[in-house]
Protein backbone atom coordinates (compact mmCIF):
# COMPACT_ATOMS: atom_id res chain seq x y z
CA UNK A 1 0.00 0.00 0.00
CA UNK A 2 1.11 3.49 -1.03
CA UNK A 3 0.52 6.58 -2.19
CA UNK A 4 1.51 5.18 -6.16
CA UNK A 5 -0.68 2.14 -5.75
CA UNK A 6 -3.71 4.24 -4.42
CA UNK A 7 -3.82 6.37 -7.66
CA UNK A 8 -3.04 3.51 -9.95
CA UNK A 9 -6.34 1.72 -8.62
CA UNK A 10 -8.48 5.32 -8.84
CA UNK A 11 -6.81 5.19 -12.46
CA UNK A 12 -8.26 1.70 -12.77
CA UNK A 13 -11.29 2.71 -10.72
CA UNK A 14 -12.67 4.97 -14.07
CA UNK A 15 -11.04 2.97 -16.26
CA UNK A 16 -13.29 5.46 -19.47
CA UNK A 17 -12.65 8.69 -18.30
CA UNK A 18 -8.74 7.78 -17.82
CA UNK A 19 -9.02 6.21 -21.20
CA UNK A 20 -10.41 9.44 -22.61
CA UNK A 21 -7.66 11.51 -21.09
CA UNK A 22 -4.79 9.54 -21.99
CA UNK A 23 -6.47 8.88 -25.40
CA UNK A 24 -7.40 12.89 -26.31
CA UNK A 25 -3.17 13.50 -25.12
CA UNK A 26 -1.77 10.71 -26.78
CA UNK A 27 -3.53 12.35 -30.22
CA UNK A 28 -2.23 15.56 -29.81
CA UNK A 29 1.38 14.89 -28.60
CA UNK A 30 1.11 12.53 -31.53
CA UNK A 31 0.43 14.78 -34.43
CA UNK A 32 3.09 17.66 -32.81
CA UNK A 33 5.30 14.59 -32.56
CA UNK A 34 4.65 13.27 -36.06
CA UNK A 35 4.51 17.16 -37.38
CA UNK A 36 7.94 17.51 -35.88
CA UNK A 37 9.50 14.13 -37.23
CA UNK A 38 7.91 14.99 -41.06
CA UNK A 39 8.94 18.29 -40.72
CA UNK A 40 13.03 17.41 -39.55
CA UNK A 41 13.42 14.69 -41.94
CA UNK A 42 11.35 16.22 -44.78
CA UNK A 43 14.43 19.37 -44.38
CA UNK A 44 17.26 17.06 -43.93
CA UNK A 45 15.99 14.78 -47.21
CA UNK A 46 15.16 18.47 -48.69
CA UNK A 47 18.62 19.87 -47.55
CA UNK A 48 21.06 16.90 -48.35
CA UNK A 49 20.46 16.97 -52.18
CA UNK A 50 20.08 20.38 -52.02
CA UNK A 51 24.14 20.83 -51.06
CA UNK A 52 26.47 22.46 -53.32
CA UNK A 53 23.68 22.78 -55.83
CA UNK A 54 23.08 26.49 -56.65
CA UNK A 55 21.19 26.87 -59.62
CA UNK A 56 19.41 24.29 -62.07
CA UNK A 57 18.77 25.23 -65.64
CA UNK A 58 16.38 23.48 -67.93
CA UNK A 59 13.25 24.02 -70.33
CA UNK A 60 11.64 27.29 -69.27
CA UNK A 61 8.28 26.23 -67.52
CA UNK A 62 7.75 26.20 -63.83
CA UNK A 63 11.29 26.47 -61.80
CA UNK A 64 9.77 24.57 -58.60
CA UNK A 65 8.79 21.34 -61.31
CA UNK A 66 12.51 22.01 -62.61
CA UNK A 67 14.18 22.02 -58.85
CA UNK A 68 11.75 19.24 -57.67
CA UNK A 69 12.29 16.96 -60.66
CA UNK A 70 16.30 17.71 -61.60
CA UNK A 71 17.26 17.70 -58.41
CA UNK A 72 14.82 15.51 -55.72
CA UNK A 73 13.68 13.25 -58.93
CA UNK A 74 10.15 13.76 -57.87
CA UNK A 75 8.08 15.67 -60.71
CA UNK A 76 8.17 15.57 -64.73
CA UNK A 77 11.14 17.29 -66.15
CA UNK A 78 9.92 20.67 -67.82
CA UNK A 79 11.18 20.05 -71.32
CA UNK A 80 14.55 19.38 -73.32
CA UNK A 81 17.57 22.02 -73.72
CA UNK A 82 20.08 21.97 -76.46
CA UNK A 83 23.50 20.43 -74.51
CA UNK A 84 25.21 23.06 -76.94
CA UNK A 85 23.38 25.68 -74.66
CA UNK A 86 24.16 24.12 -71.71
CA UNK A 87 28.00 24.09 -72.21
CA UNK A 88 28.43 27.15 -73.14
CA UNK A 89 27.72 28.22 -69.67
CA UNK A 90 30.73 26.61 -68.80
CA UNK A 91 32.73 29.09 -69.91
CA UNK A 92 31.41 31.60 -67.61
CA UNK A 93 34.27 32.26 -65.08
CA UNK A 94 32.06 32.11 -62.30
CA UNK A 95 30.43 28.80 -63.05
CA UNK A 96 32.55 26.05 -61.21
CA UNK A 97 30.48 22.88 -62.95
CA UNK A 98 27.89 22.16 -64.78
CA UNK A 99 26.06 18.74 -64.49
CA UNK A 100 24.05 17.70 -67.03
CA UNK A 101 21.00 15.35 -66.75
CA UNK A 102 19.38 13.57 -69.01
CA UNK A 103 16.25 11.68 -67.64
CA UNK A 104 12.66 10.62 -68.85
CA UNK A 105 12.86 6.60 -69.53
CA UNK A 106 12.69 4.27 -66.03
CA UNK A 107 12.53 0.99 -64.91
CA UNK A 108 10.33 -0.67 -62.15
CA UNK A 109 9.48 3.17 -61.68
CA UNK A 110 13.27 3.95 -60.82
CA UNK A 111 14.21 6.97 -63.01
CA UNK A 112 17.19 6.24 -65.52
CA UNK A 113 19.31 9.15 -65.28
CA UNK A 114 22.12 9.91 -67.86
CA UNK A 115 24.91 12.45 -66.62
CA UNK A 116 28.41 13.01 -66.15
CA UNK A 117 30.79 11.39 -63.45
CA UNK A 118 30.64 14.75 -61.77
CA UNK A 119 26.93 14.20 -60.66
CA UNK A 120 28.59 10.87 -58.61
CA UNK A 121 31.84 12.99 -57.19
CA UNK A 122 29.38 16.01 -56.07
CA UNK A 123 27.04 13.02 -54.08
CA UNK A 124 30.46 11.54 -53.06
CA UNK A 125 28.46 8.17 -53.23
CA UNK A 126 30.69 4.96 -53.17
CA UNK A 127 30.33 1.98 -55.33
CA UNK A 128 29.73 -0.86 -52.84
CA UNK A 129 29.72 -3.73 -56.01
CA UNK A 130 31.21 -3.94 -59.11
CA UNK A 131 32.51 -0.88 -60.45
CA UNK A 132 31.01 2.30 -61.81
CA UNK A 133 29.45 2.24 -65.69
CA UNK A 134 32.38 2.86 -68.39
CA UNK A 135 30.43 2.62 -71.59
CA UNK A 136 27.33 3.41 -73.18
CA UNK A 137 24.55 1.11 -71.93
CA UNK A 138 26.24 0.42 -68.86
CA UNK A 139 24.77 1.76 -65.42
CA UNK A 140 25.63 1.74 -61.66
CA UNK A 141 22.25 1.39 -59.82
CA UNK A 142 20.99 2.75 -56.27
CA UNK A 143 21.58 0.79 -53.01
CA UNK A 144 17.35 0.72 -53.03
CA UNK A 145 17.06 -0.09 -56.69
CA UNK A 146 19.16 -2.88 -56.10
CA UNK A 147 17.26 -3.89 -53.04
CA UNK A 148 13.94 -3.01 -54.58
CA UNK A 149 14.41 -4.15 -58.31
CA UNK A 150 16.68 -7.37 -57.13
CA UNK A 151 19.29 -5.87 -59.60
CA UNK A 152 22.51 -7.40 -59.38
CA UNK A 153 25.92 -6.94 -61.13
CA UNK A 154 25.54 -8.62 -64.64
CA UNK A 155 22.17 -8.49 -65.23
CA UNK A 156 20.34 -6.56 -68.38
CA UNK A 157 16.90 -5.21 -68.21
CA UNK A 158 15.37 -2.58 -70.71
CA UNK A 159 14.11 0.08 -69.52
CA UNK A 160 10.43 1.54 -70.48
CA UNK A 161 9.48 4.91 -71.75
CA UNK A 162 8.26 7.42 -69.13
CA UNK A 163 9.01 7.61 -65.50
CA UNK A 164 5.86 5.87 -63.89
CA UNK A 165 6.91 2.87 -65.54
CA UNK A 166 4.16 2.25 -67.26
CA UNK A 167 5.33 3.46 -70.90
CA UNK A 168 6.47 1.15 -73.79
CA UNK A 169 9.52 -0.92 -72.95
CA UNK A 170 12.64 -0.39 -74.79
CA UNK A 171 13.15 -4.01 -76.17
CA UNK A 172 16.06 -3.56 -78.53
CA UNK A 173 18.70 -2.65 -76.58
CA UNK A 174 19.31 -3.57 -72.68
CA UNK A 175 21.51 -2.07 -69.86
CA UNK A 176 24.09 -3.89 -68.23
CA UNK A 177 24.34 -3.59 -64.53
CA UNK A 178 28.38 -2.91 -63.94
CA UNK A 179 27.94 -1.56 -60.13
CA UNK A 180 25.83 -0.99 -57.04
CA UNK A 181 26.74 2.00 -54.94
CA UNK A 182 26.46 2.07 -51.50
CA UNK A 183 23.61 3.61 -49.24
CA UNK A 184 24.25 7.17 -49.24
CA UNK A 185 20.98 8.40 -47.75
CA UNK A 186 20.79 10.69 -51.23
CA UNK A 187 18.61 11.23 -54.23
CA UNK A 188 21.39 8.85 -55.91
CA UNK A 189 19.80 5.86 -53.63
CA UNK A 190 16.93 5.65 -56.20
CA UNK A 191 18.52 6.28 -58.95
CA UNK A 192 19.39 3.97 -62.24
CA UNK A 193 22.45 6.14 -63.18
CA UNK A 194 24.43 5.80 -66.93
CA UNK A 195 26.10 7.77 -69.46
CA UNK A 196 24.60 10.55 -71.49
CA UNK A 197 24.96 8.89 -74.60
CA UNK A 198 22.57 6.02 -73.11
CA UNK A 199 19.75 7.88 -73.11
CA UNK A 200 20.94 9.09 -76.62
CA UNK A 201 21.30 5.48 -77.87
CA UNK A 202 18.02 4.31 -76.80
CA UNK A 203 16.56 6.74 -77.85
CA UNK A 204 18.24 6.92 -81.42
CA UNK A 205 16.35 4.32 -83.57
CA UNK A 206 13.19 7.05 -83.22
CA UNK A 207 14.44 9.72 -84.40
CA UNK A 208 17.27 7.86 -86.71
CA UNK A 209 17.96 10.05 -89.43
CA UNK A 210 16.24 13.08 -88.19
CA UNK A 211 19.31 13.70 -85.67
CA UNK A 212 23.36 13.82 -87.88
CA UNK A 213 25.59 11.64 -85.42
CA UNK A 214 28.31 14.01 -84.51
CA UNK A 215 32.05 13.43 -83.62
CA UNK A 216 32.80 12.12 -80.20
CA UNK A 217 35.43 14.28 -78.49
CA UNK A 218 36.41 13.41 -74.88
CA UNK A 219 36.21 15.92 -72.20
CA UNK A 220 37.94 16.26 -68.65
CA UNK A 221 35.89 13.76 -67.23
CA UNK A 222 36.20 10.99 -69.85
CA UNK A 223 32.99 11.20 -70.93
CA UNK A 224 31.79 11.15 -73.96
CA UNK A 225 29.63 14.56 -74.90
CA UNK A 226 27.45 14.79 -78.07
CA UNK A 227 27.23 18.07 -79.35
CA UNK A 228 23.66 19.09 -81.26
CA UNK A 229 21.63 16.61 -78.57
CA UNK A 230 19.81 17.58 -76.29
CA UNK A 231 19.77 17.26 -72.26
CA UNK A 232 17.04 17.28 -69.65
CA UNK A 233 18.86 19.61 -67.08
CA UNK A 234 21.98 20.69 -65.54
CA UNK A 235 22.53 21.08 -62.28
CA UNK A 236 25.38 24.16 -61.81
CA UNK A 237 27.70 25.05 -59.15
CA UNK A 238 29.03 28.65 -58.77
CA UNK A 239 32.75 29.81 -58.12
CA UNK A 240 31.64 32.52 -55.87
CA UNK A 241 28.34 34.03 -54.69
CA UNK A 242 29.16 36.55 -57.49
CA UNK A 243 27.50 34.25 -59.95
CA UNK A 244 24.38 34.04 -58.06
CA UNK A 245 24.35 37.84 -58.42
CA UNK A 246 24.42 37.54 -62.76
CA UNK A 247 24.06 34.14 -64.13
CA UNK A 248 20.26 33.40 -63.30
CA UNK A 249 20.15 36.81 -64.58
CA UNK A 250 21.92 36.06 -68.15
CA UNK A 251 20.35 32.73 -68.61
CA UNK A 252 16.82 34.00 -68.81
CA UNK A 253 17.31 36.50 -70.56
CA UNK A 254 20.08 35.65 -73.63
CA UNK A 255 19.17 31.57 -73.89
CA UNK A 256 16.01 29.32 -74.26
CA UNK A 257 16.72 28.28 -70.99
CA UNK A 258 15.35 29.18 -67.64
CA UNK A 259 17.57 29.06 -64.64
CA UNK A 260 16.03 28.47 -60.90
CA UNK A 261 17.81 28.37 -57.64
CA UNK A 262 16.82 25.34 -55.65
CA UNK A 263 17.31 27.76 -52.16
CA UNK A 264 14.86 29.73 -53.45
CA UNK A 265 12.14 27.86 -54.65
CA UNK A 266 12.98 25.29 -51.89
CA UNK A 267 11.57 27.89 -49.53
CA UNK A 268 8.76 28.75 -51.23
CA UNK A 269 7.73 24.90 -51.67
CA UNK A 270 7.79 25.23 -47.38
CA UNK A 271 6.43 28.41 -46.96
CA UNK A 272 3.34 26.82 -49.21
CA UNK A 273 3.48 24.04 -46.63
CA UNK A 274 3.80 25.54 -43.76
CA UNK A 275 0.53 27.16 -44.33
CA UNK A 276 -0.65 23.21 -43.72
CA UNK A 277 1.54 22.33 -41.14
CA UNK A 278 0.62 25.81 -38.98
CA UNK A 279 -2.72 24.59 -39.24
CA UNK A 280 -2.21 20.97 -38.09
CA UNK A 281 -0.20 22.04 -35.44
CA UNK A 282 -2.93 24.59 -33.86
CA UNK A 283 -5.06 21.85 -34.02
CA UNK A 284 -2.33 19.62 -32.21
CA UNK A 285 -3.15 22.09 -29.13
CA UNK A 286 -6.38 22.40 -29.51
CA UNK A 287 -6.60 19.09 -28.82
CA UNK A 288 -3.49 18.94 -26.20
CA UNK A 289 -6.12 21.35 -24.16
CA UNK A 290 -8.57 19.35 -24.53
CA UNK A 291 -6.58 16.59 -23.01
CA UNK A 292 -6.05 18.86 -20.02
CA UNK A 293 -9.23 19.89 -19.75
CA UNK A 294 -10.59 16.21 -19.92
CA UNK A 295 -7.98 15.36 -17.20
CA UNK A 296 -9.50 17.85 -15.19
CA UNK A 297 -12.88 17.84 -15.40
CA UNK A 298 -12.31 13.88 -14.94
CA UNK A 299 -9.98 14.01 -11.53
CA UNK A 300 -12.46 16.97 -10.54
CA UNK A 301 -14.98 15.03 -10.48
CA UNK A 302 -13.85 11.99 -8.89
CA UNK A 303 -13.18 14.68 -6.66
CA UNK A 304 -16.32 15.48 -5.74
CA UNK A 305 -17.37 11.62 -5.98
CA UNK A 306 -14.53 11.14 -3.52
CA UNK A 307 -15.00 14.40 -1.18
CA UNK A 308 -15.92 11.90 1.83
CA UNK A 309 -13.16 9.50 0.95
CA UNK A 310 -10.61 12.27 1.00
CA UNK A 311 -12.16 13.66 4.41
CA UNK A 312 -12.25 9.51 5.50
CA UNK A 313 -8.47 9.43 4.46
CA UNK A 314 -7.55 12.60 6.06
CA UNK A 315 -9.79 11.69 9.38
CA UNK A 316 -7.28 7.64 9.26
CA UNK A 317 -4.47 10.64 8.92
CA UNK A 318 -3.59 11.46 5.32
CA UNK A 319 -2.03 14.43 5.13
CA UNK A 320 -3.56 17.24 2.77
CA UNK A 321 -0.42 17.24 0.95
CA UNK A 322 -0.14 13.34 0.80
CA UNK A 323 -3.53 13.41 -1.05
CA UNK A 324 -2.58 16.25 -3.02
CA UNK A 325 0.20 14.30 -4.24
CA UNK A 326 -1.93 11.33 -4.89
CA UNK A 327 -4.10 12.96 -7.53
CA UNK A 328 -0.68 14.25 -9.07
CA UNK A 329 0.36 11.18 -9.27
CA UNK A 330 -3.07 10.30 -11.37
CA UNK A 331 -2.25 13.41 -13.59
CA UNK A 332 0.93 12.93 -14.12
CA UNK A 333 0.65 9.43 -14.73
CA UNK A 334 -2.01 9.68 -17.21
CA UNK A 335 0.54 12.59 -18.80
CA UNK A 336 3.21 9.75 -18.76
CA UNK A 337 0.68 7.06 -20.44
CA UNK A 338 -0.55 10.02 -23.07
CA UNK A 339 2.86 10.91 -23.75
CA UNK A 340 4.36 7.71 -24.89
CA UNK A 341 1.12 6.47 -26.89
CA UNK A 342 1.83 9.55 -28.57
CA UNK A 343 5.18 8.49 -29.14
CA UNK A 344 4.21 5.41 -30.68
CA UNK A 345 1.15 6.89 -32.60
CA UNK A 346 3.54 9.19 -34.42
CA UNK A 347 5.51 6.51 -34.96
CA UNK A 348 3.08 4.48 -36.52
CA UNK A 349 2.20 7.37 -39.09
CA UNK A 350 5.73 7.95 -39.85
CA UNK A 351 5.88 4.61 -40.83
CA UNK A 352 2.68 4.56 -42.60
CA UNK A 353 3.74 8.47 -44.73
CA UNK A 354 6.91 6.50 -45.09
CA UNK A 355 5.28 4.02 -47.41
CA UNK A 356 3.15 6.21 -48.92
CA UNK A 357 6.35 7.89 -49.77
CA UNK A 358 8.64 5.13 -50.95
CA UNK A 359 6.12 3.77 -53.09
CA UNK A 360 5.24 7.97 -54.90
CA UNK A 361 8.67 8.80 -54.62
CA UNK A 362 11.06 6.47 -53.66
CA UNK A 363 12.15 8.29 -50.54
CA UNK A 364 12.07 6.75 -47.29
CA UNK A 365 11.17 9.07 -43.92
CA UNK A 366 12.21 5.92 -41.31
CA UNK A 367 13.82 7.56 -38.93
CA UNK A 368 12.16 6.79 -35.40
CA UNK A 369 14.59 8.40 -32.80
CA UNK A 370 13.63 10.34 -30.36
CA UNK A 371 13.55 14.44 -31.57
CA UNK A 372 14.69 16.69 -28.25
CA UNK A 373 11.73 18.36 -29.12
CA UNK A 374 9.49 15.75 -28.02
CA UNK A 375 11.83 16.18 -24.33
CA UNK A 376 10.30 19.50 -24.76
CA UNK A 377 6.51 17.69 -25.79
CA UNK A 378 7.17 15.07 -22.88
CA UNK A 379 7.32 18.13 -20.43
CA UNK A 380 4.68 19.91 -21.98
CA UNK A 381 2.58 17.18 -21.11
CA UNK A 382 4.01 16.35 -17.65
CA UNK A 383 2.87 20.10 -17.03
CA UNK A 384 -0.58 19.94 -18.66
CA UNK A 385 -1.43 16.80 -16.48
CA UNK A 386 -0.02 18.68 -13.32
CA UNK A 387 -2.27 21.36 -13.33
CA UNK A 388 -4.97 19.41 -14.39
CA UNK A 389 -4.48 17.77 -10.97
CA UNK A 390 -3.45 20.76 -9.13
CA UNK A 391 -6.42 23.16 -9.49
CA UNK A 392 -8.96 20.34 -8.37
CA UNK A 393 -6.71 19.55 -5.33
CA UNK A 394 -7.45 23.23 -3.75
CA UNK A 395 -10.84 21.72 -2.64
CA UNK A 396 -8.71 18.94 -0.67
CA UNK A 397 -6.87 22.26 1.01
CA UNK A 398 -10.43 23.32 1.56
CA UNK A 399 -11.95 20.20 2.88
CA UNK A 400 -13.74 20.19 6.06
CA UNK A 401 -13.70 17.21 7.56
CA UNK A 402 -15.90 16.73 10.42
CA UNK A 403 -18.48 18.40 7.99
CA UNK A 404 -17.93 16.21 5.10
CA UNK A 405 -17.77 13.29 7.48
CA UNK A 406 -20.90 14.46 9.41
CA UNK A 407 -23.46 15.44 6.40
CA UNK A 408 -22.98 11.66 4.70
CA UNK B 1 -8.56 5.29 28.30
CA UNK B 2 -10.28 8.59 27.22
CA UNK B 3 -11.43 11.79 29.07
CA UNK B 4 -12.67 14.86 28.88
CA UNK B 5 -13.11 18.21 30.64
CA UNK B 6 -15.53 21.14 30.01
CA UNK B 7 -16.16 20.40 26.60
CA UNK B 8 -17.36 23.32 24.72
CA UNK B 9 -17.70 23.97 20.96
CA UNK B 10 -20.39 26.28 19.02
CA UNK B 11 -21.20 26.02 15.35
CA UNK B 12 -23.10 29.92 15.11
CA UNK B 13 -24.13 31.84 18.77
CA UNK B 14 -27.38 29.90 18.89
CA UNK B 15 -26.30 26.69 18.35
CA UNK B 16 -23.56 26.33 21.21
CA UNK B 17 -22.81 22.70 22.90
CA UNK B 18 -21.65 22.05 26.38
CA UNK B 19 -21.00 18.74 27.05
CA UNK B 20 -20.90 16.63 30.21
CA UNK B 21 -17.37 15.06 31.47
CA UNK B 22 -16.70 11.89 30.27
CA UNK B 23 -14.45 8.99 31.15
CA UNK B 24 -13.89 5.36 30.13
CA UNK B 25 -10.59 3.68 31.16
CA UNK B 26 -9.18 0.90 29.34
CA UNK B 27 -11.05 -2.20 28.95
CA UNK B 28 -14.75 -0.37 29.81
CA UNK B 29 -17.22 0.37 27.90
CA UNK B 30 -18.99 3.75 27.42
CA UNK B 31 -22.72 4.50 25.78
CA UNK B 32 -23.31 8.25 25.36
CA UNK B 33 -26.83 8.25 24.46
CA UNK B 34 -29.32 10.98 22.72
CA UNK B 35 -31.82 12.39 20.55
CA UNK B 36 -30.56 13.92 17.10
CA UNK B 37 -29.82 17.51 17.41
CA UNK B 38 -28.11 16.82 20.85
CA UNK B 39 -24.96 17.17 19.28
CA UNK B 40 -23.63 13.30 19.47
CA UNK B 41 -21.68 13.58 16.83
CA UNK B 42 -20.17 16.79 17.71
CA UNK B 43 -19.27 15.02 20.71
CA UNK B 44 -17.73 12.30 18.80
CA UNK B 45 -15.78 14.60 16.89
CA UNK B 46 -14.76 16.25 19.32
CA UNK B 47 -13.41 13.18 21.55
CA UNK B 48 -12.07 12.02 17.54
CA UNK B 49 -9.97 15.63 17.56
CA UNK B 50 -11.65 16.17 14.02
CA UNK B 51 -13.51 19.20 15.82
CA UNK B 52 -11.50 21.70 17.75
CA UNK B 53 -13.12 22.36 20.94
CA UNK B 54 -13.60 26.20 22.31
CA UNK B 55 -12.51 25.39 25.42
CA UNK B 56 -12.23 22.39 27.62
CA UNK B 57 -9.76 19.17 26.81
CA UNK B 58 -9.53 15.88 25.44
CA UNK B 59 -6.71 13.16 26.91
CA UNK B 60 -6.36 10.46 25.59
CA UNK B 61 -3.93 7.63 27.25
CA UNK B 62 -3.25 10.36 29.43
CA UNK B 63 -1.49 12.71 27.48
CA UNK B 64 -3.61 16.34 26.77
CA UNK B 65 -4.50 17.16 23.27
CA UNK B 66 -3.74 20.93 23.56
CA UNK B 67 -1.49 23.31 21.73
CA UNK B 68 -0.84 20.35 19.03
CA UNK B 69 -0.10 21.27 14.87
CA UNK B 70 -2.78 20.18 12.64
CA UNK B 71 -0.18 17.00 11.87
CA UNK B 72 0.95 15.54 15.39
CA UNK B 73 -3.36 15.57 16.08
CA UNK B 74 -3.65 13.99 12.70
CA UNK B 75 -0.92 11.14 13.42
CA UNK B 76 -2.22 10.94 17.08
CA UNK B 77 -5.66 9.81 16.18
CA UNK B 78 -4.39 7.78 13.37
CA UNK B 79 -2.39 5.50 16.14
CA UNK B 80 -4.48 5.87 19.12
CA UNK B 81 -7.89 5.99 17.57
CA UNK B 82 -9.68 3.91 15.66
CA UNK B 83 -13.17 5.89 14.38
CA UNK B 84 -16.46 3.69 12.92
CA UNK B 85 -18.79 5.87 11.16
CA UNK B 86 -22.68 5.15 11.02
CA UNK B 87 -22.46 4.24 7.22
CA UNK B 88 -19.47 1.81 6.52
CA UNK B 89 -16.84 4.51 4.25
CA UNK B 90 -14.43 2.96 2.05
CA UNK B 91 -11.45 4.22 -0.51
CA UNK B 92 -13.98 2.48 -2.94
CA UNK B 93 -11.18 1.65 -5.49
CA UNK B 94 -9.29 -0.20 -3.11
CA UNK B 95 -9.70 -3.83 -2.42
CA UNK B 96 -11.56 -4.98 1.42
CA UNK B 97 -7.51 -6.12 2.45
CA UNK B 98 -5.93 -2.93 0.81
CA UNK B 99 -8.74 -0.27 2.90
CA UNK B 100 -8.07 -1.64 6.32
CA UNK B 101 -3.85 -2.11 5.02
CA UNK B 102 -4.57 1.90 4.01
CA UNK B 103 -5.01 2.43 8.00
CA UNK B 104 -1.72 0.91 8.76
CA UNK B 105 -0.04 3.12 6.25
CA UNK B 106 -1.87 6.17 6.53
CA UNK B 107 -0.90 5.88 10.28
CA UNK B 108 3.18 5.36 9.19
CA UNK B 109 2.91 1.76 10.56
CA UNK B 110 4.17 -1.37 9.29
CA UNK B 111 1.84 -3.07 7.28
CA UNK B 112 0.06 -5.76 8.64
CA UNK B 113 -1.11 -8.08 6.25
CA UNK B 114 -1.26 -11.57 8.88
CA UNK B 115 -3.45 -8.84 11.41
CA UNK B 116 -5.58 -8.25 8.19
CA UNK B 117 -6.64 -11.91 7.57
CA UNK B 118 -6.86 -13.01 11.66
CA UNK B 119 -9.53 -10.03 12.20
CA UNK B 120 -10.62 -11.15 8.58
CA UNK B 121 -11.51 -14.98 9.99
CA UNK B 122 -12.28 -13.39 13.64
CA UNK B 123 -15.15 -10.62 11.85
CA UNK B 124 -16.42 -13.98 9.35
CA UNK B 125 -15.64 -12.07 5.92
CA UNK B 126 -12.25 -13.88 4.99
CA UNK B 127 -13.65 -14.86 2.04
CA UNK B 128 -14.13 -11.11 0.79
CA UNK B 129 -10.58 -9.66 1.01
CA UNK B 130 -10.43 -9.28 -2.31
CA UNK B 131 -13.16 -7.97 -3.42
CA UNK B 132 -14.03 -4.32 -3.78
CA UNK B 133 -16.20 -3.34 -0.41
CA UNK B 134 -18.99 -2.22 -2.79
CA UNK B 135 -19.79 -5.58 -3.36
CA UNK B 136 -19.93 -6.20 0.61
CA UNK B 137 -23.69 -6.08 2.15
CA UNK B 138 -24.46 -3.47 4.71
CA UNK B 139 -23.24 -6.07 7.84
CA UNK B 140 -20.31 -7.42 6.04
CA UNK B 141 -18.94 -3.70 5.46
CA UNK B 142 -19.65 -2.42 8.46
CA UNK B 143 -17.59 -5.36 9.74
CA UNK B 144 -15.22 -4.54 7.53
CA UNK B 145 -14.63 -1.26 9.58
CA UNK B 146 -14.91 -2.37 12.62
CA UNK B 147 -11.52 -4.80 11.75
CA UNK B 148 -9.96 -1.30 10.13
CA UNK B 149 -10.56 0.56 13.69
CA UNK B 150 -8.36 -2.02 14.86
CA UNK B 151 -5.72 -2.45 12.58
CA UNK B 152 -3.70 -0.01 14.55
CA UNK B 153 -4.12 -1.43 17.89
CA UNK B 154 -5.58 1.73 18.76
CA UNK B 155 -5.93 2.79 23.01
CA UNK B 156 -9.10 4.02 22.22
CA UNK B 157 -12.13 2.61 19.81
CA UNK B 158 -15.09 5.29 18.50
CA UNK B 159 -18.17 3.73 17.20
CA UNK B 160 -21.01 6.76 15.79
CA UNK B 161 -24.49 5.35 15.57
CA UNK B 162 -22.39 1.82 14.91
CA UNK B 163 -25.93 0.06 14.55
CA UNK B 164 -28.90 2.05 13.28
CA UNK B 165 -28.90 0.81 9.68
CA UNK B 166 -28.76 -2.58 10.94
CA UNK B 167 -31.23 -5.10 11.56
CA UNK B 168 -31.76 -6.71 15.31
CA UNK B 169 -29.46 -9.70 14.60
CA UNK B 170 -27.11 -7.54 12.74
CA UNK B 171 -26.56 -5.13 15.64
CA UNK B 172 -25.97 -7.50 18.33
CA UNK B 173 -23.67 -9.54 16.21
CA UNK B 174 -21.76 -5.77 15.75
CA UNK B 175 -22.07 -4.77 19.66
CA UNK B 176 -20.65 -8.43 20.68
CA UNK B 177 -18.24 -8.04 18.14
CA UNK B 178 -17.10 -4.32 19.26
CA UNK B 179 -17.29 -5.07 22.71
CA UNK B 180 -15.10 -8.46 22.46
CA UNK B 181 -12.49 -6.94 20.26
CA UNK B 182 -11.81 -4.15 22.14
CA UNK B 183 -11.31 -5.71 25.19
CA UNK B 184 -8.94 -8.24 23.81
CA UNK B 185 -6.35 -5.23 22.62
CA UNK B 186 -7.52 -3.28 26.00
CA UNK B 187 -9.08 -0.15 24.26
CA UNK B 188 -11.31 1.73 25.86
CA UNK B 189 -15.01 1.98 23.61
CA UNK B 190 -17.34 4.57 23.19
CA UNK B 191 -20.53 4.05 21.14
CA UNK B 192 -22.54 6.83 19.99
CA UNK B 193 -25.81 6.40 19.20
CA UNK B 194 -29.76 7.28 19.85
CA UNK B 195 -30.38 3.58 19.25
CA UNK B 196 -32.18 2.45 22.77
CA UNK B 197 -31.59 -1.46 21.75
CA UNK B 198 -28.15 -1.06 23.65
CA UNK B 199 -29.28 0.56 26.51
CA UNK B 200 -29.38 -2.79 27.95
CA UNK B 201 -26.01 -3.74 26.91
CA UNK B 202 -23.60 -0.95 28.37
CA UNK B 203 -23.36 -0.51 32.68
CA UNK B 204 -21.57 2.62 31.66
CA UNK B 205 -23.72 5.40 30.23
CA UNK B 206 -24.17 9.27 29.40
CA UNK B 207 -27.11 10.82 28.54
CA UNK B 208 -26.94 14.16 26.52
Known amino acids: MNLFKISLANIREKKLNSFLSALLLALGIGMISLLLLLNQQLDEQFRKNIKGIDMVVGAKGSPLQLILSSIYQIDAPTGNVPLAEVNSLRKNPFVKTVIPLSMGDSYQGFRILGTTPKYIEHYKVKVAEGHIHNASMEVTVGSKVARNAGLKIGDTFASSHGLDGEGDQHDHKKYKVTGIFAASGTVVDQLIITRLSSIWDIHEHAEAGAEKHEEHHEEAGGEAEEEGQDVTSALIQFRNPMGLMTIPRQVNTNTSMQAALPSIEINRLFSLLGVGIETLRAIALVIITIAGVSVFVSLYNSLKERKYEMALMLSMGATRTSLFLMLLIEGLFLSVVGFFAGILLSRFGLLLFSKAAEQDFHYSLGKFAILPEEIYLLFAALTVGAIAAALPSIGIYKLNISRTLAEE | ?208
Open chain 2, 1 to 208: MITSHNLKFSYSAQKKFQFPDISCGDRETLLILGQSGKGKTTLLHLLALLLQPESGEVIIGGRSIKHLSHEQIALIRAKTIGIIYQRAHFVSALSVIDNMLLSNFLAEKDQDRKKAIYLANELGFAEHLSKKTSQLSQGEQQRVSIARALMNDPNVILADEPTSSLDDINCQRVIDLLKAQSASIGASLVVVTHDQRLKSEFSNQVIL
